[in-house]
């Protein structure tokens, strides 16, 4: 699975409850931009994210929100589909990981 310009910095599963096939992955990269991929084929299914800088680390929800985090000093929300959801900015310094309360 090739598509990053740059070194990937996380990766995660979609939710087994949302694809029983297990057969998605995002990955994070430090060319600030995230890919959902299909394991199965190893096709990049699509590329999004508007940060500026790396991604240092990709979660995906349960509910399926995906969440990215950056030393753009961001932590945003997308839809499955790759559409921004919401933005938490104003960080002191780069965000480097984060997890989700289930």
Request: aromatic share 6%; proline share 0%.
């Given at each position: 699975m090739k598509g990053h310009k740059q070194w990937i910095m996380s990766l995660c599963w979609e939710p087994l409850h949302?694809?029983?096939?297990?057969n998605h992955l995002i990955s994070a990269s430090k060319d600030a931009s995230m890919r959902m991929w299909n394991t199965d084929s190893g096709a990049c299914l699509?590329?999004?994210?508007?940060?500026?800088?790396?991604?240092?680390k990709v979660v995906w929800a349960g509910d399926g929100t995906i969440y990215s985090c950056s030393q753009d000093l961001t932590i945003k929300a997308w839809t499955s589909g790759g559409q921004p959801k919401f933005e938490l900015k104003k960080h002191a310094h780069w965000v480097n990981t984060m997890s989700l309360s289930t």
């Open positions: 949302l694809n029983s096939k297990c699509r590329a999004f994210g508007n940060h500026t800088k790396c991604v240092t």
